[in-house]
């Protein structure tokens, strides 16, 4: 079943550590978000891999926006 990893506030995409293809484990850091000077990490809930990244570096988010579908 697939994961759906959503951003939880408005913020900025700053880096994007996981990359399509990558096996991620449970808390594994997929995006870093920075919102109000604070680097926030986005972390998958399970094990699986990275089929889709919806956001790019610079790109900006609003709560409840897809980042990246972990199968």
Not at 11 to 22: H, I, L, S, T
Not at 40 to 52: D, H, K, M
Request: charged fraction near 25%; avoid cysteine.
């Amino acid at each position: 079943m697939a994961e759906e990893i959503r951003a939880e506030m408005m913020a900025n995409v700053w880096k994007v550590v996981a990359r399509v293809g990558d096996a991620v484990t449970d808390q594994s850091t997929v995006v870093i978000l920075e919102s109000m000077n604070m680097e926030i990490p986005v972390l998958s809930e399970g094990r699986g891999v990275i089929t889709r990244l919806a956001v790019a570096e610079g790109d900006a988010v609003q709560e409840g926006d897809l980042i990246a579908v972990v199968e």
